[in-house]
C-alpha cells in the first residue's frame, strides 16, 4: 500500500493526474480517494452508453450509480493484467439491461410526436436531425442498439463489443450494419413525410 | 434504389468495418452503381449525426451529484468491514495483553511441592492411640487429631490477594471500552 502510494505520488509529480493503472491498483486496495478519481474519469461515458441506452435522464443517472457501485463491490475481482474500460463498459450494459428489465421498459421508446419545423434555420435542422437519429437509435432492437452504441458511439472495435456483448464478431458486424441501414431509413422516412 | 446484395457491405463500408477484398468490391460497386453510390452518401450523413449525438453536454452538475450519490453509498457501507477490522484488531491486542499478564503472574503461581506424608505418618501412630483411648473415655466426643508439628522448609509466604489487575483497552470508537478482569491466580 505504501509503496504504491509512493508510486501515486511520483506519478502525480511526472503528471497532472496518476496513471489510471495506479487509480485502479489504490482503489483496490480500499482508497476511497483514488476510487473517486476513477468515477472521475469514466463516469461521462458512462452515463452517455445508459443516457443511449435507456433514453431517460434519469435512468441513466440510476443506472450509472449502479455501475460505481457495482465497481466498488467487484473491484477487487479485477485482473489488474485486464483492460479497464471493456470490463467497465460490459457492467453499463449489464446494469441497464437489468434496470430496464426492473422497470419493465423496452429499450426502445415509443417516437414521440412528430414536431413542425416552423423555423428552418441550420442550428435548428442540426437540431432536428439529432433528434430524428436519437428517436430512430431508440426503435432498434435492444441488442442492435447496444451493438452500434459501442461500436459507432464509442468507437470499440468490433471484437471489443463481441466480448462486451458476449457475441461473436460476425454477430456484432450483421447487429452493426442492420442497426445504421435502419436509423437511414428512419431519417428518411422522417425527411419524405415532413415535406 | 440500391443492390440490396449490396447494403448490408455498404452499410460496413462507411466505418471501415470490412475486410480489404470486400472493401475493394464495395468501392468497384460504387463507381459502376449510382443508386448505391447515394445510398453510400445518405449512410455518411446519418452516421455523422448519429456521432454527434456524443457531443452533447452533460451538465457536471448531473455528474457531480450521481458520484456524490455514489460515494455517499459506499460510506454507508464502509463501518461493515471496518468495525470488523477493527473487532479483529481489538481481539488480537486482547489476546496479547492476556498472554503478556500470564506471564507476568506466573511465577507467583508455582506452588511448592506438598509435604512427603512419610514424615506424617510416623507422627500419627501415637497420636491415634491416645485418640483411641479418648474415645473410649468419651465416645460421643470426636477426637480431634493432634498433629505434631513437622518441620519443613519455611513455605513461602501466599501473595496478598489483593485488587485484581484490570486492563482497559480503548477502541477507536469511543463507546467501545474492552475491560479485563484479571486476578492473582490469572484467572
Redesign the interface.
Known sequence: MRELALTMTAAAEASESPEPVILLRLAKAGDVAAFEQLIVLHERRVFLIALRLLRRREDAEDAAQEVFLRLHKHLRRFDDTREFPPWLYRVTVNVCRDLARSRRRDWAVEVGEQRQVEDPTAEYERREQKRIVEEALGRLPEKERAAIVLRDLEGLPTKEVARILGSTAATVRSQVSSARLKIKEFADRFRRRRT | MSCPKF???I??S??G?LDARNARLVQEHLGECAACRE?HE??LG??A??????E?A?DPA??G???R???E???DTRPSWWLAWRWRHAVAVGLTAVAVAGVALWPERQVPPPPAPAPVAEVREPVAEHASEQRGADPGIEPRPVRKAVKHAPRKPAPPRGEPLVVKMLTDDPDVVIVWLIDKNGD
Not at chain 2, 449525426?49 to 456524443?54: D, E, F
Request: glycine content about 0%; proline content about 0%; charged content about 35%.
Open positions: 447494403e448490408r457491405l452499410a460496413l462507411v466505418e468495418d445510398l445518405e449512410l446519418s452516421q449525426v448519429l456521432k454527434a449525438l456524443n452533447d452533460i448531473v455528474l451529484a450521481v458520484r450519490r455514489v460515494l453509498r459506499i460510506e
